[in-house]
């Protein structure tokens, strides 16, 4: 198994959410950016430093990342050598899609696990050079799930 390189809280206030986390346990952050998919607008932003990241996404209600119930996490991510394959593995072993960006050109799913009562996010690889850019520059490449071999 590879290591997972991120976990995410979706939250209502992304402000407030860093303040906190930073406040408990010193985290850093690096600067919140705002995006869109679909019909959604959210914000999102990752701690500084090394994996694993911690990440905080702010969606509005109705998105992926709706939080107005309140905090919660919301998924574990791992990068993947080919995210539709997967994703049909995944879903084929009982862990169904919840959200797919893959028909908005972003290639990552999330799939439900209810045993753990969160998402697991499979992130195509391929934009990794890009969350390295963005996240953490200058940092070493990650390891991937090798969907080939079934690793």
């Known amino acids: 198994m590879t290591a997972f390189y991120h976990v995410c809280f979706a939250v209502p ?3 407030r959410a860093m303040r906190d986390f930073s406040r408990a346990t010193g985290t850093e952050w690096r600067e919140p950016v705002s995006d869109r998919i679909g019909e959604w607008d959210f914000r999102i932003v990752f701690t500084g430093g090394g994996p ?7 969606g509005p209600p109705g998105s992926p990342w ?9 998924h574990i991510g791992f990068w993947t050598g080919d995210v539709e394959t997967g994703s049909r593995r995944l879903a084929e ?7 797919s960006g893959c028909p908005y050109g ?12 969160a998402r697991v996010e499979l992130v ?7 969350f390295l850019d963005r996240w953490h520059p200058g940092g070493a490449p ?3 799930l090798d969907e080939t071999s079934g690793d």
């Open 142 to 144: 990650m390891p991937a």
């Open 13 to 15: 206030d992304i402000e």
């Open 93 to 99: 072993q009982g862990v169904p899609v919840d959200f």
């Open 52 to 58: 694993p990241f911690v990440e905080l996404i702010e």
């Open 124 to 130: 195509d690889v391929s934009r990794q050079p890009a």
């Open 66 to 74: 709706d939080a107005s119930g309140g905090a919660r996490f919301d």
């Open 106 to 117: 972003r290639p990552f799913a999330y799939h439900r696990m209810d045993s753990i009562g």
